[in-house]
């Protein structure tokens, strides 16, 4: 069953959130709830596959926030995250019983009745994979020696790996150091910004490797510490933004000229930013104008393809590149008039194919279109893959 069918079916059951949930302080309220309505999704295959996008919906929030709260009932283990294939999150109920296997004093290990072992070993059976093992309601969790021989056979030339090595390696060279860097606990890091803050592979590294180049910078986070970088991760995403590439310097057209005389009359601009808003028009312009180029071409040659009418779509709206433009320029003027003390530098917000506002733009078109944000990649590949007239 596809997960839009799954998600958008009334469930015919109730939300159960069990009284130690209810009554833990550590949980927030919102996260709670969350739980509940995990325990519902869950009642399809005894696991749900909700993404952080879908439950921020349905709580009317952000999904940063929904990670938040899948990491703090995670952390006190009452729900389980997986990854299939790398790519895919399984989100399984766990709920533990602290009488069950707790030490008593001495540091010896209660011993279980009988009909206990029993019962705990039908439900191991009952819920066990080749990766790990869920257990019902009146059975214990994983111990930490399971935990970590799973963690240990892990692949060390996984690609998480491969960078929190090249990222340690730097750290230890430019700053003098007496504490070890672990590669695992960054790689760990690494691993838990894309599963639970939904943040892929190809962002995670345009972000390290960014931060690399520009460590020494005046204004760059420093984080010289797995948990620091994590709590740091947007604000370098941020400063890596208000960088941006270097402008090159272009010819100005008519249809540039002619924006960038409405874009200074009819909106305000922070005087430091003038000098660079004639460039940025201009490159954002011609930009443009090769996305539609490329479009065009590639609806001649595959009238047959499944992508087709998606790409006729994208060709409506993008179809006059002044217009489309201008109101790229009005939306940035919006958003950094609101600013404070903004240093005025355009080239984060150049409109071109890996701009992270035009991803957002691309998928919220894609989703309006046929449900399916992703479709934008799939489409980009298959637009660069052509050869060029």
């Not at 009642?43 to 952080?52: D, E, H, L, P, V």
């Not at 003038?274 to 201009?282: G, H, P, R, W």
């Amino acid at each position: 069953m596809k997960e839009e069918n799954v998600l958008n079916q009334e469930p015919n059951f109730y939300a159960v959130i069990p009284y130690n949930i209810l009554t833990n302080e550590q949980i927030i309220p919102q996260a709670r709830l969350l739980y509940g309505l995990l325990s519902s999704l869950c009642k399809y295959k005894g696991y749900c596959w909700a993404s952080n996008k879908f439950l921020a919906e349905k709580f009317k929030t952000h999904k940063r926030t929904v990670g938040t709260w899948l990491n703090l009932l995670e952390k006190n283990h009452y729900i389980s995250i997986d990854m299939v294939d790398n790519y895919k999150r399984k989100i399984f109920i766990v709920l533990a019983q602290k009488t069950i296997g707790e030490k008593c004093k001495g540091g010896r290990q209660k011993e279980q009745a009988p009909h206990r072992r029993k019962h705990q070993q039908n439900n191991i059976s009952k819920y066990k994979d080749n990766r790990t093992i869920r257990v019902s309601q009146k059975t214990v969790t994983p111990s930490k020696c399971s935990k970590g021989i799973l963690k240990g056979l892990k692949d060390k030339n996984t690609p998480d790996h491969k960078l929190a090595a090249k990222l340690c390696n730097y750290i230890l060279k430019t700053k003098k150091t007496t504490h070890p860097l672990k590669i695992s606990a960054w790689t760990t890091v690494f691993r838990d910004l894309k599963n639970k803050q939904d943040i892929d592979h190809k962002r995670l590294k345009t972000v390290i490797l960014w931060y690399i180049n520009h460590f020494n910078d005046k204004y760059t986070p420093k984080a010289y510490s797995a948990k620091t970088f994590r709590e740091k991760f947007y604000n370098i995403e941020d400063a890596m933004l208000r960088v941006g590439p270097d402008l090159k310097p272009v010819d100005m057209t008519p249809e540039g000229t002619d924006l960038t005389k409405e874009m200074i009359d009819q909106y305000n601009w922070p005087k430091n930013s003038q000098k660079q808003l004639s460039q940025a028009i201009q490159i954002s312009y011609n930009n443009l104008k090769v996305f539609v180029r490329k479009n065009n071409n590639w609806l001649e040659k595959n009238k047959k393809h499944k992508y087709f009418y998606y790409s006729q779509h994208l060709q409506y709206i993008f179809n006059m590149p002044k217009h489309y433009t201008r109101l790229w320029f009005m939306e940035v003027n919006y958003k950094v008039s609101r600013w404070k003390n903004w240093n005025g530098d355009l080239k984060p917000y150049i409109l071109a194919e890996d701009n992270p506002m035009f991803i957002e733009k691309c998928h919220e078109i894609s989703a309006e279109y046929c449900g399916n944000a992703d479709r934008w990649e799939k489409f980009l590949e298959l637009l660069n893959s052509q050869k060029s007239p």
